[in-house]
């Protein structure tokens, strides 16, 4: 993670034209995600919120194409033996130690329709889409505490910031947000504005996570080399130009409990 300071204006007063990157482009998108569903079934679900930008897609990862992962469809690389397990259909982890699990199989284009629910405050973990074999490999092998290449789809709790100012209530956190930043990690990835102080995560275009204690849905849309972020039914985040564009699909603990379920994936063209 980096920690330049480098100024770069606030997200929160970003004008609508500062926004475009992301706003235009989730139009882009959806556009074409729904024309995706309207020949596969009904499962681009639309729901209106109460603000004046109109009806988003909320896509929970079920109809024509969709599968849902399970136990079977994971393998540990650098976790513990009890760091991860499975209970009526609910993934829970301990968060310790550092370290992923990542799918049985590589994944190129794809949709991700995931809930995470942090169960302390402060929580901390994410979703690595695209992580390198290679890397994958060599971790699996040594077997150390660590997190791989790939572009990180970030879980943070909303208490996350006031655990990192414990002790130092003016160290800097400008360069993280809670709600959805996403960036990459030993790959190349040009993210959409706004942006990190130092250029180099999309941070989220508003706020939309809920706090520990309560279920958020991410859906992710991986394909040709871009990677967009819905959080609990609305476009916030993503980037283009990925360098890497097949690979595992990795969680990650990084320190704290959190559940994960309804895990659904589905490979597209």
């Known amino acids: 993670m980096s920690t330049d300071p480098s100024p770069e204006p606030s997200r929160k007063n970003l004008t609508r034209r500062g926004l475009f990157g992301v706003a235009g482009a989730s139009a882009i998108a959806l556009t074409g995600a729904q024309a995706y569903a309207d020949g ?38 650098n976790s513990a033996d009890d760091t991860w397990s499975w209970k009526d259909g609910v993934l829970y982890c301990t968060g310790k130690p550092l370290s992923v699990m990542r799918t049985a199989k590589m994944y190129g284009n794809v949709e991700i329709s995931i809930e995470w629910n942090h169960r302390k405050k402060g929580g901390n973990s994410g979703l690595f889409v695209w992580s390198d074999k290679e890397v994958i490999d060599k971790m699996t092998e040594e077997g150390k505490p660590g997190l791989p290449s790939g572009i990180e789809v970030q879980m943070l709790d909303l208490g996350y910031e006031e655990v990192f100012k414990a002790g130092d209530p003016n160290r800097d956190s400008s360069w993280f947000t809670s709600h959805g930043d996403v960036f990459p990690v030993r790959q190349k990835m040009t993210p959409f504005p706004p942006l990190s102080p130092n250029g180099v995560r999309s941070f989220p275009s508003e706020d939309r996570v809920k706090p520990h204690g309560n279920w958020n849905h991410y859906y992710v849309r991986a394909i040709n080399g871009e990677v967009r972020l819905w959080v609990n039914g609305k476009e916030v985040s993503g980037g283009n130009n990925c360098s890497t564009t097949r690979g595992y699909l990795c969680l990650e603990a990084e320190g704290s409990p959190i559940e994960f379920r309804h895990i659904r994936l589905r490979e597209l063209p």
């Open 40 to 77: 596969h079934g009904d499962d681009h679900k639309q729901d209106k919120p109460s603000g004046p930008d109109g009806p988003y897609a909320f896509i929970d990862g079920t109809g024509h194409g969709w599968v849902t992962l399970g136990e079977k469809d994971f393998s540990k690389v």
